[in-house]
Nanobody, 116 residues
Framework: QVQLVESGGGLVQAGGSLRLSCAASGRIFSRYNMGWFRQSPGKEREFVARINWSDGNTRYADSVKGRFTISRDNAKNTVYLQMNSLKPEDTAVYYC?????????WGQGTQVTVSS
C-alpha cells in the first residue's frame, strides 16, 4: 500500500516562493507518473502539475505554467513542487498523488496561504 505525505506548505506573501515535498512509501514509486493537485475552499480539487516516471516529461495547468516546477527524485521516493511568484489565488491545500490520481492514495495535503 502506498502512503503519500506532503510537506512544505506555509504562509507567504504574494511574489514569494515555497517548495513542497511529497514523500512516498510502499510500492514501486519510481514507476508511477506523479502529480500535484490543489483544492481551495468551496472548489473542486484541480490538477496542478504532473511528471512522467519514464522520461521525466512534465505538464502544467495553464494557471501555474512558468511559475511552478515539478520534479522527482526516485532514489528518495520524493516528488517536489517548486512554486515561485505566488499569487493569492494559489491559496489552497496541495496534494500529491499518482497521475491519474488513485482515490485511496489521497493524503492530508499541505496548506499554502498566499497573502496579498
Amino acid at each position: 500500500q502506498v502512503q503519500l505525505v506532503e510537506s512544505g506548505g506555509g504562509l507567504v506573501q504574494a511574489g514569494g516562493s515555497l517548495r513542497l515535498s511529497c514523500a512516498a512509501s510502499g510500492r514501486i514509486f519510481s514507476r508511477y507518473n506523479m502529480g500535484w493537485f490543489r483544492q481551495s475552499p468551496g472548489k473542486e480539487r484541480e490538477f496542478v502539475a504532473r511528471i512522467n516516471w519514464s522520461d521525466g516529461n512534465t505538464r502544467y495547468a495553464d494557471s501555474v505554467k512558468g511559475r511552478f516546477t515539478i520534479s522527482r527524485d526516485n532514489a528518495k521516493n520524493t516528488v517536489y513542487l517548486q512554486m515561485n511568484s505566488l499569487k493569492p489565488e494559489d491559496t489552497a491545500v496541495y496534494y500529491c498523488n499518482t497521475y491519474p490520481s488513485t482515490p485511496s492514495y489521497w493524503g492530508q495535503g499541505t496548506q499554502v496561504t498566499v497573502s496579498s
